[in-house]
């Protein structure tokens, strides 16, 4: 909360929110699509994820390809709370809850800075995070391979660069879906 520590001012007994506003044009039914879309993603890379860790191959030895291997485990729970964001998010849009505080009066359909960073930027942080992760220890782990081709158990090899090969494609395909999803929000004109 120390980040969003200046968007409130004291206000006589309590705090107004005098930060940024935002503003999706997604309807949230989309938006809960799209919600459920990046955690079926993200559900296809925790397992992929599990998989490839399970797996005892060369490059599970070596420290340069297995940090970024095992590194994802962080974007993906980072994304995990993107994706419970966004579709708190939609649920919000799609009730239209009643207005209890002052300084929601003329924002009710607007989003507070920590709401749309939670929902919007959160999801393609993790996209972009897991791309390069998982590039980074497939690069590393042909190399190894390359290196070490007399001691490779091919089978065990092929299958955990099959694993962090989709791992790639599966974060490209996040990052890119999660842009989408991120071009939608648009930061509110002060005077609103």
């Not at 340069?64 to 974007?75: C, D, K, R, T």
């Not at 009643?98 to 999801?123: G, K, M, N, T, W």
Request: proline share 3%; with cysteine; charged share 20%.
């Amino acid at each position: 909360m120390r980040n969003y520590g200046k968007d409130y001012k004291k206000n006589g007994d309590g705090y107004e929110y005098v930060g940024a506003w935002y503003e999706t044009s997604l309807p949230a039914a989309e938006l809960k699509q799209e919600a459920k879309f990046f955690g079926g993603k993200l559900l296809a890379a925790s397992l992929l994820l599990a998989c490839g860790l399970s797996v005892n191959n060369i490059g599970s030895h070596t420290f340069w390809v297995l940090i970024p291997y095992a590194g994802m485990i962080l974007p993906v729970i980072y994304g995990w709370m993107g994706c419970h964001a966004m579709m708190r998010t939609a649920k919000k849009r799609s009730e239209q809850e009643p207005i209890v505080h002052l300084d929601r009066a003329e924002h009710a359909s607007h989003l507070r800075r920590s709401e749309y960073e939670q929902a919007f930027r959160r999801p393609l942080r993790c996209g972009i995070a897991t791309a390069v992760l998982a590039w980074t220890s497939f690069a590393a782990d042909l190399v190894i391979v390359t290196a070490y081709r007399e001691q490779a158990v091919w089978p065990v090899e092929i299958f955990f660069a099959a694993d962090a090969f989709l791992l790639c494609i599966l974060g490209v395909w996040m990052a890119v879906c999660a842009w989408k999803v991120h071009r939608s929000a648009h930061r509110l004109e002060e005077n609103v």
